[in-house]
């Protein structure tokens, strides 16, 4: 396998009541339910993902 660098991003405020492109963004990102984890590649797409929805999700 080779060393590719990932980010853990969880869901920790709701997104209802946000615009719908935050919840597409949610949704995209892998996460569902509030406290949900996913990990994934850290490229520029995925850090720009978070950075939008920066106050809904905590990087671990």
């Not at 935050?22 to 978070?50: E, F």
């Not at 950075?51 to 990087?59: H, R």
Request: glycine share 6%; hydrophobic share 35%.
């Amino acid at each position: 396998m080779s060393n590719t660098n990932t980010v853990t991003v969880k869901l920790v405020r709701s997104p209802i009541g946000c615009k719908e492109d935050h919840r597409a963004t949610v949704r995209g990102l892998g996460l569902r339910k509030l406290n949900s984890t996913s990990t994934l590649q850290d490229t520029p797409a995925v850090r720009g993902m978070i950075n939008k929805i920066s106050y809904l999700v905590q990087v671990l």
